[in-house]
């Protein structure tokens, strides 16, 4: 999948790097994605309970054929994603290789105490926040700020329609970006509603 240019690009797991996970379906939803972001607790425990049954199922996902290339087509290549550092392992098991073309990689905060490591790859941002919350953003725009990047060179690429627009509110471009333009202020309920109907 051809994404844009631009000086970073933010992946998510499911969606952007594996295009046919049960979670990359359910995103696409927007009805799904709304109820999910109104409720974060359900959609916390929703993600919990699909990664237990991705481990006891066994589940085998094929990462993106164009993730080599897109991984060196741009200076900076992150992940965010709502699963888990456990997820985040079991589902790309062995091709974790591919993370040391990532500039960073954020998941989820869980109970677990267990040492995030990886064998490639950057350091691990860990979140309480979840999609769609302004606060997942914070870790990517202390790190644009810190290589001195606009806004506008991030290129956040999600399935998550409600994520998206959140996302453009603060500046950063988006893909797909289906939306209408954003005013400067932060829209009313009303407007965010419009602009994700188009």
Known sequence: MPYPTAKVLVLDIDGGIVESSFLAKASVNPVVSRILSLTPMLKKLALTLVETGETILETKYEITEEMDHICRDYEHVG???DRSFEGLRYILREQLTLLQYMSFIQVRETSSYKRKKLRYGPKIWETKAIKPHE???????????????GRHDVLICDYDPE??????TLGFRV????TIDIPAVYPTSIERRVALSF
């Open 135 to 149: 606060w997942v953003l914070d870790n990517l725009i202390d790190f644009a700020e810190a290589k001195e990047i």
């Open 175 to 178: 893909y797909p970006d289906e």
């Open 79 to 81: 992940i965010i994603t």
């Open 163 to 168: 994520f998206r627009f959140m996302a453009k």
